[in-house]
């Protein structure tokens, strides 16, 4: 069984060198009377939270066990089951290990995939938790209307590409921000996103901003923090509403970056509110429902990064915080 195991608690940016890949001889096997499951892992999901379960107190997240493997979500298929409600042979999705088999315990969180009719590995982005996100911070937070301008950062990845298929589909004007031309052209020629621009190449993002929303901003979908967040405040519009899903650009950093613009908050009644998925995972059924139809008319697409090979999972990890990743950042352990 090759596993990626934590090797230690991480400060500052997470380095392939903090995991590494071994071959474990204990065979898995569910013992008789118990309800836990043996799963063969297919396909592993790499997420920007992932950072904060290398460190050693954060309190939002379990923290990853050092010498033990790294644990995330996943899609694989029950090789043996004692709880009744997974059978072999099924394909689930949930929590699982950086691993080629994981033994789990039944009270962990897993779905039966029950539409095997779209690409397994969306189950790690599209119709998993980055797609979930993005339907619970867009429609539930946000409460968009037609016509209004939305701005989404990281816009290009595995949650902001939805964000703006979802405002599309709404009726929004719809601005991305990434950090290639490759992401910008992706946000401008696939998804339908209005327009797009490298923050990276902008001297300014507080012109940038203003060269694509001369009338400012309605919703600002929020996935990095610091600098743009900052730029983005002071171009929001009055009863602007900011979900904050996301501050990718402060995770590694010991001391984050201050926000000097803060106080438009008071002078737009702006409302920013943070949420995380897990308060959401009820409107699954009714997310599917919305976004299953679409995905088989072709209105909503996809685009994964996928790395082969469980042992190609570190740096796959890793590139998360330098932005290699170019879409859902996905480790394929084994095909279907
Ligand atoms: P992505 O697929 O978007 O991958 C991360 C991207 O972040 C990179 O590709 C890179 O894109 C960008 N990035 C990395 N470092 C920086 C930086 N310093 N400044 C600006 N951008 C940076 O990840 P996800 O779509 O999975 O996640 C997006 C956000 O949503 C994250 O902040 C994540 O933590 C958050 N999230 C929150 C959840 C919740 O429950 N609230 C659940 C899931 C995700 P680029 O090349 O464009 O810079």
């Known amino acids: 069984n090759k596993q990626v195991l934590f090797k230690d608690y991480v400060t500052g940016f997470p380095k392939e060198s903090d995991m590494a890949v071994v071959e474990s001889t204990i065979q898995l096997k569910v013992p008789e009377g118990s309800s836990e499951i043996l ?27 050092p010498g033990s493997p790294l644990t995330g979500f996943g899609v694989a298929r029950v090789l043996e089951s004692g709880n009744p409600n997974f059978k072999k042979g099924e394909f689930v999705w949930g929590l699982t290990g950086w691993e080629e088999y994981s033994l789990i315990s039944s009270n962990q969180m897993l779905f039966k995939i029950e539409h095997a009719d779209v690409p397994l590995s969306y189950y790690t982005g599209l119709l998993g938790m980055p797609g979930m996100t993005a339907y619970a911070g867009f429609h539930e937070v946000a409460s968009p209307k037609k016509g209004e301008k939305v701005f989404i950062s990281a816009a290009s990845g595995a949650v902001g590409q939805l964000v703006g298929q979802f405002a599309k589909l709404a009726g929004c004007y719809v601005v991305g921000s990434a950090g290639s031309k490759e992401k910008v052209d992706l946000l401008k020629n696939k998804f339908g996103f209005d327009d797009a621009f490298n923050y990276k190449e902008e ?131 084994a095909h279907e």
Not at 41 to 49: E, I, K, M, V
Not at 293 to 321: F, R, S
């Open 203 to 333: 001297q300014d993002l507080n012109v940038a901003l203003k060269r694509c929303f001369p009338d400012g901003i309605d919703i600002y979908y929020e996935n990095v923090g610091g600098k743009l967040l900052d730029a983005v405040l002071l171009n929001m519009k009055m009863n602007g509403r900011i979900p904050v899903c996301g501050m990718i650009s402060q995770y590694n950093l010991d001391q984050h970056e201050g926000v000097t613009n803060l106080v438009h908050i008071i002078y737009k009644q702006i409302r920013i509110q943070g949420f995380t998925v897990n308060e959401y995972f009820q409107l699954y059924p009714k997310f599917l429902g919305f976004v299953l139809p679409h995905i088989k008319e072709g209105k909503i697409v996809y685009v994964e990064d996928k790395a082969e090979g469980l042992e190609n999972g570190p740096a796959a990890l890793v590139g998360l915080y330098n932005g290699c990743n170019v879409g859902k950042q996905v480790v394929v352990v």
């Open 39 to 65: 799963l063969k892992n297919l396909y592993l999901s790499c997420d920007p939270y992932m950072r904060s379960r290398m460190s050693k107190n954060f309190t939002a997240h379990p923290s990853f066990v």
